[in-house]
């Protein structure tokens, strides 16, 4: 890993498929049909992926790109929290829990514990869960009956996109070149299997 004040700000990125396949007709359906549940569930999403922004920033306080990167993205992933517990409440949805589907354990078990590989899989993790997030909302917002939802859902898949660039560029940043595409089909694959059985309990990442 490069130290942190010898890191680029500025990194070409090449072009890549994050996500080993694509999302089943079982979860458009199942999300559709318990939609209410999705819209908490992704409030829970925002929430965490908040937290998991400033989580990095507090382990990696010296890594200033990263910190400068993740604050911003902080703040939108809170802001989307927000607009999401506006929709609870305008379709009289109660805050509640909800127990986690295996997919965030599932690939959090796959982190490496010892740096430099933690902070790769870290960032490769995260941009997967953005990937796979940024799908999801497209494909709510070009199914759902209701337009003002399908709307709001398709005014946050730029954002999702952004997000998973933020991580993906981050990697690029920091770690050594060469082991990222070859970890990130790893992680990728993972992410895949995870999804290939839909979880019964309707969830963004089920």
């Not at 607009?83 to 078990?109: D, F, S, V």
């Not at 337009?147 to 997000?163: N, T």
Request: proline share 6%; net charge negative.
């Amino acid at each position: 890993m490069l130290a942190p004040d010898t890191v680029s700000s500025s990194v070409a990125l090449p072009k890549i498929k994050f996500l080993k396949q694509p999302t089943q007709q079982a979860w458009i359906d199942q999300a559709i049909a318990h939609i209410d549940t999705v819209l908490l569930d992704h409030s829970h999403c925002e929430r965490k992926a908040a937290g998991m922004a400033l989580k990095l920033m507090f382990r990696y306080p010296s890594y200033e790109c990263m910190v400068r990167s993740l604050t911003a993205l902080a703040q939108e992933e809170l802001e989307h929290f927000e607009l999401c517990n506006q929709w609870l409440e305008r379709r009289g949805i109660a805050m509640a829990p909800l127990a986690a589907p295996p997919y965030g354990a599932t690939l959090n078990a796959q982190i490496r514990r010892h740096e430099p590989d933690r902070f790769l899989d870290l960032m490769l993790v995260s941009a997967l869960i953005e990937a796979r997030s940024h799908e999801r909302l497209g494909l709510l917002a070009a199914h759902l009956p209701d337009p003002d939802l399908a709307q709001f859902y398709r005014g946050l898949m730029a954002s999702e996109a952004r997000h998973y660039g933020i991580y993906w560029m981050l990697a690029h940043t920091y770690c050594d070149q060469a082991q990222i595409v070859p970890r990130l089909a790893e992680l990728a694959e993972v992410e895949s299997q995870v999804l290939a059985t839909l979880h019964p309990e309707p969830r963004i990442h089920s």
